[in-house]
């Protein structure tokens, strides 16, 4: 159920009291036409091997430990161990992902940072509020724009990960209220005038009876969407819930980064019999990194959970004398 794993490749090392594994940076090469008794064009690979654009992947050791008492074992109804047991194999699952998407946020190639618009205005997101003032949210412009970020990288885009609460970004105008005529990135199922959806409106216009959607799955989302992308919602990506600030990425699947694991995940248990007390650990040795200098990977960093606005239109008066 975990989603940052399903991107990574995983590679496995034996041995060795050495943790530093370099994986060159391979550029992408590309196929040419060949006529009827013609050469073939050579293509020959971009290999970056100064110092500075190699990949060095760091092998951590991670892991816990838990203590139950003898007595809370054989009082419990419950599984205790079993339940435990479970536990230390999500929070290790846990750690696993949110240090995936930390790697993405921090060495994927950054499109947007609106914790950088008060110093490079360039670096914000379009996202508009009801004023027309910029409220850093994501407009269809600016995910265009990590779209074609990607593909000036040289990749194929596959797919955009966000956290499963930002889907208000797509449907949080149309969830409002009866009133409003544009919904963040098109979600327009709002009549035109205030009234019942699928009723006429003026000019001949009339709206969808569908109705205002409430509940929101990755499906719906992806349709509203002015790529075929596949949309993927995973818990841990990084949010501020207290902000409500998130991350977004678009990646290429096929260009993401590796996990070196050095040892898989393993379990001890043992007593300590002068306390009466039962010991579990777990730990696990893998370092995770981008590849390719973080070019598969395009992000937006700190956008607001908001409503999105057209841009107000502007009306210019001339007086002629």
Not at 202 to 207: H, I, K, W
Not at 252 to 276: A, F, H, T, Y
């Amino acid at each position: 159920d975990y989603l940052g794993t399903r991107f990574m490749n995983t590679i496995h090392v034996d041995g060795g009291n050495s943790t530093v594994f370099v994986i060159p940076v391979v550029g992408e090469i590309y196929a040419h036409e060949v006529g009827e008794g013609g050469r073939y064009n050579e293509v020959n690979p971009d290999f970056n091997t100064i110092e500075n654009s190699t990949l060095e992947v760091r092998v951590k050791k991670i892991g816990l430990k838990v203590s139950i008492t003898e007595e809370a074992i054989s009082d419990s109804s419950w599984d205790i161990l079993g339940i435990n047991i479970k536990k230390m194999g999500r929070a290790m699952a846990r750690y696993k992902e949110e240090w995936i998407f930390n790697e993405f946020s921090q060495h994927g190639t950054p499109i947007f940072d609106n914790n950088l618009r008060s110093q490079e205005p360039a670096a914000g997101t379009t996202g508009r509020d009801e004023k027309g003032h910029y409220n850093d949210t994501l407009s269809v412009e600016d995910f265009l724009d990590m779209v074609l970020g990607l593909m000036g990288n040289g990749m194929t885009p596959t797919d955009v990960i966000m956290h499963p609460l930002t889907w208000v970004v797509f449907a949080r105008n149309s969830m409002i209220g009866n009133g409003l005529s544009f919904g963040a990135f098109g979600g327009n199922e709002v009549h035109y005038n205030g009234a019942i959806q699928g009723t006429p409106a003026a000019f001949g216009l009339q709206p969808n009876g569908n109705g205002q959607k409430l509940i929101m799955r990755p499906e719906q989302v992806q349709n509203r969407l002015p790529v075929p992308l596949t949309i993927n919602f995973s818990p841990f990506v990084n949010f501020d819930k207290i902000n409500k600030r998130f991350d977004m990425y678009c990646i290429d699947r096929n260009n993401v980064g590796v996990i070196v694991q050095k040892e898989g995940l393993s379990q001890d248990g043992w007593s300590d019999p002068e306390r009466d007390i039962r010991l579990l650990k777990c730990k696990e040795r893998y370092g995770v990194a981008t590849l390719n200098d973080g070019k598969g990977i395009t992000v937006a960093k700190s956008i607001a959970v908001a409503p999105t606005y057209p841009v107000p239109p502007t009306v210019e008066i001339r007086t002629t004398v």
